[in-house]
Structure formats: structure tokens, C-alpha cells
């Protein structure tokens, strides 16, 4: 069963291409016992021949003379080839062979036949049976590539020579022809057998190739040196990169170098030092897996190399050497960048602020004083939005530059991000040497640069606080911030210093805001109404709403001292958004004729939605727009124009009013007037001051008739007094008036008495129906 398995395999399609070349290879490389066995066989033939007097078997010696002889010197032609036989030359060669194989092997029957037949001499019996007998045992050794081969030899050499046995006749003829029959039936097991063991030796001989052709590829391609040391001691590998990165010779594998010669040889070659040496021999020799650095003894070559030790279950061990002098600078970088700001190389926040803690640490129970100094730059937003970041990053190195300049040695500045920079100054006698410095710094920054040709400007502000006992690095950073802020409000170009109140202020708008996130929730805030008296009906005409924040401890807050911290807080679309749709509820329990008038700050303007948002609260409360009118002031014309323009050209489609508030408060542009969608304009009651003289009449006249011209409805604020209300509405250009004299903002509910008093009875012609103020 085995045998037919083997078989099978033989054939030339199912082995390997190298396999089956190598087996055609092994054939025909026999050109000294292709000679021997032609020349003795054909004596053989000519023995016979004279033996038995057939003349036949004269030209049958011949043929075996020449027939042997060419396929002995093809062999030998062969075996002088230089170059490995492929496959296709394999299956070219493979016919030829068998051709002259087969045709001598029919020879050679032919041979035994006629002898066997033609006479009944026993010893040219003998000789011809003998020498085809010993070729065919030869063959079987040599065709052990091919079988197949064989059984055509056995077929055509011994098949004639045993049927003429049988022929000839008598019991041991007979006996020798069956004899004969098992020999070459076991000659063939052997034969087979033999082609198996050959086949499995190339196999695994061609897997080993293989696996150590792959083994050195991975090896002299991986990015680590690798060397594999036996258990006594001795190199059993080292790649290519390891002798590259050690600077050593390739023949000391093939010397079997032990280890410490390897090492002695990277002494030598000045890529590890002596004591690095011993250490690593230490560890080769050690059973334990350990990891270790080594520098290169000349700094100048600064690399840094990672060794790791194996150790292998049968003794002996592996090293790995991978340099890793990048991956440490880069490490070194990105720590550098932690710690430094990139654009200045000053220390950044993180360092500076560790820096700090050491050193408050160092002076603890010393009776000096420290300061810390943070300077914020003045306008340095418009050179960045105006020449551009790269000039603004210029700005900040040379500013950088100069801080450094100024401080000495002990002293220690930092940069925190954007334009602001910390600087502490160690070891005062007194907060008048802080102060120095400040101003210092403050006229330092204030000179002139130089920055690509231009010439720009800036100016500095610096909050100061100093130590005191106990003190951390954190708070003293909030204290100088809070000084920051505070020298800001003065005006810029200034420095303060930090004070307690200032705390105590920071602490109250902090708790202002964390109330006014509950007040939303909690219903805290109303909204107050204003009538705006229309001076020719005498009637309101519109009711201002005006935010209220009743506050459970400190009572009704003004919004004033809300709306900037809502703004800041960006609680401001919320709150908007619930005043809006609370005025427009409102005014639904009107009188018909009586509109809300709504103030919307410039965030709030801003926000995404605005258009929604009006639509939303118009339809909840089933409002028609037209009774809504939303009140805005310059600032929000200021941003974005052209966005500005289309949502109140959305919101005038829509039917909804807008009037510019506080007009003459701001920039006061009159082209703000001509090229924006207003309907009316509400004149600042600051217009009102002086307006007994006849200047600031004049102006506010000019402004009403300008306003009125241009087709918008004009109201001035903040009339107080019968005088003010005289004077504006004497030329007939101010349409509606406001002010504490109608009546101060009201409760809701105060406000529906007054417009049905207001609307119940029809005012005599040409008078005010002045309302009483109660609030
Ligand atoms: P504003 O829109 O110009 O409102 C008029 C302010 O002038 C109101 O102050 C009002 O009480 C006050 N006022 C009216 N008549 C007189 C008068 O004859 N004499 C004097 N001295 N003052 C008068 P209020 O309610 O304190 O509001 C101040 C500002 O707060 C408002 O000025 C407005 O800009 C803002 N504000 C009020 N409510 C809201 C709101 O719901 N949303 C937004 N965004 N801002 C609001
Ligand atoms: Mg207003
Ligand atoms: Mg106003």
C-alpha cells in the first residue's frame, strides 16, 4: 500500500519542480559505470557470439558498443554543465534518457533472447543471463529518481530473457524464469523504496534551505542587531545590523567567536565602553531577561543604544541592540514642549508654575518678599488681525526678548499663551522695587518694534501681587490676574496692584453668576413695562419690557448689573429668548392697538436662530407681528453688516418693527440710519441735558428731523419734566416720548390698569393724556 502511495507521488506533476529536476539530476550524472557496463557487456556479447556461432549476436554487440557509448558521453556532457538544472531542462532531458535507457534495455533482451533460444550453450547461457541480470541491478540503483524507468528496463531487458528461459524449456530453465520473475519484482520494491528515501532527504533538505534563506532574510532585515550565543558561550548568529551598528567584522561568526571577543571587538571599534562591556558580558552570561542603555564613550557620536538579554531554554542567549537615539531626542523634544512655549522658548505655564511652588518652598521663613507680575499686552489683537500671525508671533518673540533683558538672573518670566506673560521677581526689599519694575515693563513694551517694516505699537498692563507668608503659587496667580483686571479697567498702560476688596468683588460676581444660573429656573426674574406716549394721540402706543431679577436676599437687581454678566455667561439667548416670549404673552392682554417693544442684546442679535426664535415666540402667544417691536442697539449694527442687514430685512418681512436705541450714545453714524431697516429711533435721554440752552436743542431738533425725514418714527427717552416734554414736541417732529413723567417701568398687572385707563376714554384733541407714574 505504501508502495503504490509512493508511487504515485513520483510522477513528475505532483513533486516540486526543484524536486523533480534534482531526481533527473541524479540520473544522469553516471558516466564512468555507463562506460564500465557497455564495455564489459559487449564483451560479454562477443563471447557469446563466439561461443555459440550465431551471427546474430555480431551486430546486437555492436549495438550495445554504440548505444552505450552515446548515452556514457551524454553523461558526461552533462556532468560538465555549470549551471543548476531547471525544471523545463529537466523535462526536456527526462524523454532523452529514458529513449536511450529503454532502447539498451530492449538490446540487451534482444540479446538474451537469441542467445537463450538460438543455442543450448550452458555457458553463453550462463553469461548473458548473468551480465543483463547485474545491469538491471545497477539500473535500479541508478534510476532510483525515476521507477518508472526501471520497470521499462525490467520489462524490456529480462522480460525477453526470462520468456526464452520459460521457452527453452526443462525444470531448471523453467525454475530459473520464475526465480528470475521475483527478483525483479523485488528489485523493483527496492528500487521504489530507495526513490521514497530520496525524495523525503530532498524535501526536508530543500524545507531547511528554505527556512534558513528566509531566516537570514528576516534576520539581516530586521531594524534590530540580533546575536544568538550557544550554551557554551560561543556566536551561533549575528545579523548584519549588529556587526553595522557595533562596526564590526562579518568573520566572526564564521570564527565562532566566544562572547567576550565580541565584546572586546566593540571595545576595540569604540561603539560601547569597558565598564558598559563588563556589564553586558554579565548579563549574556546571566539566565535572566534584563534590558539595559548604553552611551557611546565618544559623545560626539551621542547615541543611545537599548540592549535586551534572552535567555534560550537550552542555554545560551539572545541579544537585541536597537539604537534608540531618535526615539530619545524625540522624547527630549516633546518634554521640552511640555515645558517650554515653543513660539518664545520661554518656560510655559506648566513649568512656570512648578518653577514657582519650588520656589515659594525655598523661601519659606525668609523675611524677603517676591512678586509676581502678569503682564497682558494692550492692542495686540489688532496687529495679529491686521499684519497678519506671522507678524503677530514676530511681536511676541521680540516682547519676549525684552522681558528677558529687563529681569536679572534670579528672576524668572514665562509665557502663559496669547499675549499674556508671567514674570517673578525674587528677593524685594519692598512692593516699591515690584512697582519699578512694572513700570519698567510698561514703558519697555510701550517703545516701538520693528517687525517687517512696520512699525507697530503696543502698549502693556501688569497686575501685581505679592508674597506673603504661606501663600501658593495658584493663589498668587489669581491675585496677580485680579490686579490685571483691575489695572486694565484703569484704562490700560497702567499696573495695580492686587488689594483684598478686589477678591471680595471677584468673589461677589462669582456667586452673582452662579445665582443667576438658579434664577432662570427658579422664576426669579419679571418684566417691568414703559409706555411710550404717542404726543399727537396722547395715548401709549407701546410698552417697553423691562428685565427685572428679584433676588431672595438683595432684592430687585436692575438690569443693568445683569445683562453684562448674562452676556459674559452667554445666558444671555436664554434669558432673551424667555423675555421675548413673556412680552409678546403680555401683550396679547392689551388694548389692540398697543404694542411690546422688546430689547435685544447684541449676542443675543447674533445668535443662529434670531429669526426663528421672533417667529416661535409670535406664534406661541398668536401675536401679530406688527404688534412687536424689537429694540437694538449701535453695537449690534457694528458686527457682521451685511448677516445684520439681511435679518432685519427678515424680520421687517416679517411685519415686526425695529427701533435703534439709545441713539447718540455710541457711534452715533448716520449712515447706521440710512442703510439699515429701522423703523424708528429712539433718541438717548443724555440728549436732554443742557436742553434749556439752545446748542443741545439744536441737536437733538436736527437729529429728529433728519430721522423723521428719512420716514422713521422718533422717540426721545427719559423725559422727566413738562419743560423737556415742551421743548421736544414743540416743533412736531418727535413722535412718542418716554419717561419717568408718563410713567416709571410697572409691574404687568400695573400696567394693564394704565392702558385701559389710557384706552377706556378718548383724550380731548391736541392734549397728552399724561398718566401718572407709580412705580
Ligand atoms: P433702555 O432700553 O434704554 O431702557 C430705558 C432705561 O431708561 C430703563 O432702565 C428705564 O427705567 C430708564 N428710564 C426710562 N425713563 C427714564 C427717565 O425718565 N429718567 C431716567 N433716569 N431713566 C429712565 P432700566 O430698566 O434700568 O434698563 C436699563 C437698560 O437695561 C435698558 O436701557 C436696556 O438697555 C437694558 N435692558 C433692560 N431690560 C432688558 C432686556 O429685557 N433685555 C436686554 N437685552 N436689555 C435690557
Ligand atoms: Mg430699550
Ligand atoms: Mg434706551
Excluded at 77 to 88: I, N
Excluded at 696 to 711: F, W
Amino acid at each position: 500500500m505504501q508502495l503504490v502511495d509512493q508511487k504515485k507521488r513520483s510522477s513528475q506533476e505532483e513533486l516540486e519542480p526543484v524536486l523533480y529536476a534534482a531526481l533527473i539530476d541524479s540520473m544522469c550524472q553516471n558516466f564512468w559505470p555507463m562506460m564500465i557496463g557497455t564495455l564489459s557487456t559487449a564483451v560479454a556479447a562477443v563471447l557469446t557470439a563466439m561461443k555459440t556461432g550465431n551471427v546474430l549476436l555480431w551486430p546486437i554487440a555492436m549495438a550495445i558498443v554504440g548505444i552505450g557509448t552515446l548515452r556514457a558521453f551524454q553523461m558526461r556532457r552533462y556532468e560538465r554543465r555549470t549551471q543548476v538544472l531547471t525544471f523545463d531542462q529537466a523535462r526536456h532531458l527526462e524523454p532523452r534518457y529514458a529513449v536511450g535507457a529503454i532502447v539498451y534495455a530492449g538490446v540487451l533482451g534482444a540479446w538474451c533472447f537469441l542467445t537463450i533460444i538460438g543455442s543450448d550453450d550452458a555457458v553463453a547461457h550462463m553469461l548473458c543471463v548473468a551480465v543483463t541480470v547485474g545491469y538491471t541491478g545497477g539500473a535500479a540503483a541508478r534510476n532510483y529518481g525515476r521507477p518508472k524507468l526501471l520497470q521499462l528496463h525490467i520489462l524490456f531487458a529480462c522480460g525477453p530473457m526470462s520468456v526464452a528461459l520459460a521457452l527453452h524449456g526443462g525444470f531448471y530453465y523453467v525454475g530459473l524464469a520464475v526465480l528470475l520473475a521475483l527478483f525483479f519484482f523485488g528489485l523493483k520494491g527496492i528500487n521504489l523504496s530507495l526513490h521514497a528515501i530520496f525524495v523525503k532527504a530532498l524535501t526536508s533538505s530543500f524545507r531547511e534551505a528554505a527556512l534558513a534563506g528566509q531566516f537570514d532574510t528576516a534576520l539581516n532585515n530586521m531594524p534590530h542587531g540580533l546575536c544568538m550565543f550557544r550554551a557554551d558561550g560561543r556566536l551561533a548568529v549575528m545579523n548584519h545590523c549588529f556587526s553595522e551598528m557595533m562596526n564590526l567584522s562579518d568573520d566572526l561568526v564564521q570564527r565562532g567567536a566566544s562572547a567576550s571577543d565580541i565584546i572586546d571587538a566593540c571595545i576595540v571599534a569604540g561603539s560601547i565602553s569597558a565598564a558598559s562591556g563588563k556589564m553586558i558580558l554579565a548579563e549574556i552570561e546571566n539566565t535572566r531577561a534584563r534590558d539595559m542603555i548604553t552611551t557611546d564613550p565618544d559623545p560626539q557620536r551621542g547615541r543611545f543604544l537599548s540592549w535586551t538579554f534572552q535567555p534560550m531554554a537550552d542555554g545560551g542567549a539572545v541579544v537585541l541592540l536597537e539604537d534608540i537615539t531618535e526615539r530619545r531626542n524625540a522624547e527630549a523634544r516633546i518634554s521640552h514642549l511640555a515645558r517650554y512655549d515653543e513660539l518664545t522658548t520661554l518656560p510655559n505655564r506648566v513649568n512656570f508654575r512648578d518653577e514657582i511652588d519650588r520656589l515659594l518652598e525655598t523661601q519659606k521663613g525668609s523675611d524677603h518678599l517676591s512678586a509676581l507680575l502678569f503682564v497682558d499686552l494692550d492692542q495686540f489683537k489688532q496687529v495679529n488681525d491686521t499684519l497678519g500671525h506671522p507678524c503677530g508671533d514676530q511681536l511676541l518673540c521680540a516682547v519676549a526678548g525684552r522681558l528677558r533683558e529687563m529681569l536679572r538672573p534670579e528672576d524668572f518670566v514665562a509665557r502663559f499663551g496669547g499675549d499674556e506673560f508671567v514674570v517673578f521677581q525674587q528677593n524685594i526689599r519692598s512692593t516699591e522695587e515690584a512697582a519699578g519694575l512694572a513700570r519698567r515693563i510698561v514703558d519697555r513694551l510701550s517703545e516701538r518694534y520693528k517687525i517687517d517694516n512696520h512699525l507697530v505699537e503696543i502698549g502693556a498692563s501688569v497686575g501685581i501681587a505679592v508674597t506673603a507668608p504661606g501663600i501658593s503659587a495658584d493663589t498668587l496667580l489669581k491675585n496677580a490676574d485680579m490686579a490685571l483686571y483691575r489695572a486694565k479697567a484703569d484704562g490700560r498702560g497702567t499696573y495695580c496692584f492686587f488689594r483684598d476688596e478686589m477678591a471680595q468683588i471677584v468673589e461677589a460676581r462669582r456667586i452673582l453668576e452662579l445665582d443667576l444660573r438658579k434664577a432662570l429656573a427658579n422664576e426669579e426674574f419679571e418684566l417691568y413695562y414703559q409706555p411710550l406716549v404717542n404726543l399727537k394721540s396722547g395715548r401709549i402706543s407701546t410698552c417697553e419690557a423691562l428685565l427685572r431679577w428679584n433676588h431672595p436676599v438683595r432684592g430687585t437687581i436692575s438690569p443693568i448689573d445683569i445683562i453684562p454678566i448674562a452676556e459674559d455667561m452667554g445666558l444671555i439667548v436664554d434669558l432673551g429668548r424667555w423675555i421675548l416670549r413673556k412680552a409678546c404673552m403680555e401683550c396679547m392682554k392689551w388694548p389692540v392697538g398697543v404694542s411690546v417693544a422688546v430689547n435685544f442684546s447684541p449676542q443675543q442679535f447674533h445668535q443662529r436662530d434670531i429669526l426663528g426664535e421672533v417667529r416661535y415666540a409670535l406664534e406661541v402667544s398668536g401675536l401679530p407681528a406688527e404688534r412687536l417691536e424689537i429694540e437694538i442697539t449701535e453695537s449690534s449694527l457694528l458686527r457682521n453688516t451685511q448677516l445684520t442687514h439681511d435679518v432685519l430685512a427678515q424680520l421687517h418681512a416679517l411685519g415686526v418693527r425695529i427701533s435703534l436705541d439709545d441713539f447718540g450714545t455710541g457711534y452715533s453714524s448716520l449712515s447706521y440710519l440710512h442703510n439699515f431697516p429701522l423703523q424708528k429711533v429712539k433718541i438717548d435721554r443724555s440728549f436732554l441735558e443742557g436742553i434749556d440752552s439752545d446748542r443741545p436743542l439744536t441737536l437733538l431738533r436736527g437729529v429728529a428731523r433728519l430721522s423723521a425725514d428719512l420716514g422713521m418714527s422718533v422717540v426721545v427717552e427719559g423725559i422727566e419734566t413738562n419743560e423737556q416734554l415742551e421743548r421736544i414736541s414743540a416743533d412736531g417732529t418727535v413722535t412718542e416720548a418716554q419717561g419717568y413723567l408718563f410713567s416709571r417701568p410697572v409691574p404687568s398687572v400695573r400696567i394693564r390698569q394704565l392702558l385701559n385707563a389710557s384706552h377706556g376714554r378718548r383724550p380731548a384733541e391736541g392734549t397728552l393724556h399724561i398718566v401718572s407714574s407709580t412705580a
